[in-house]
Nanobody
Framework: QVKLVESGGGLVQPGGSLRLSCAASGFSLGFYNIGWFRRAPGKEREGVSC????????LYADSVKGRFTMSRDNAKNTMYLQMNSLKPEDTAVYYC?????????????????WGQGTQVTVSS
């Protein structure tokens, strides 16, 4: 049974940092495209980043490029999202997601499985 559990969200001041984790169970993360998306109140779902299983290539949304770093630890079956220089507009519920595909990952849609989400609030 595929299961994804996010953690690491919270309240942080503008300019601060958070690291989100997504623990996977029931499958091996290394064989999947993995990604993060977020959903803020009143806004469309936004793909934040992803890593392709085929070549390890990484994509980032323009809104987070240079501030967020996505990584994976296959030994721990966990993916991470390091978020630095956080802004109030980064406030959202963040979700991790996975898909089994030979193609490179993409930011624009929902994958096969996703977690329950973790709230990130950036406010002074």
């Amino acid at each position: 049974q595929v299961k994804l559990v996010e953690s690491g969200g919270g309240l942080v001041q503008p300019g601060g940092s958070l690291r989100l984790s997504c623990a996977a169970s029931g499958f091996s993360l290394g064989f999947y495209n993995i990604g993060w998306f977020r959903r803020a109140p009143g806004k469309e779902r936004e793909g934040v980043s992803c890593i392709s299983s085929s070549d390890g290539g990484t994509l980032y949304a323009d809104s987070v490029k240079g501030r967020f770093t996505m990584s994976r630890d296959n030994a721990k079956n966990t993916m991470y999202l390091q978020m630095n220089s956080l802004k109030p507009e980064d406030t959202a519920v963040y979700y991790c997601q996975v898909e089994q595909s030979p193609d490179r990952c993409y930011l624009g849609g929902l994958y096969d499985y996703w977690g329950q989400g973790t709230q990130v609030t950036v406010s002074s």
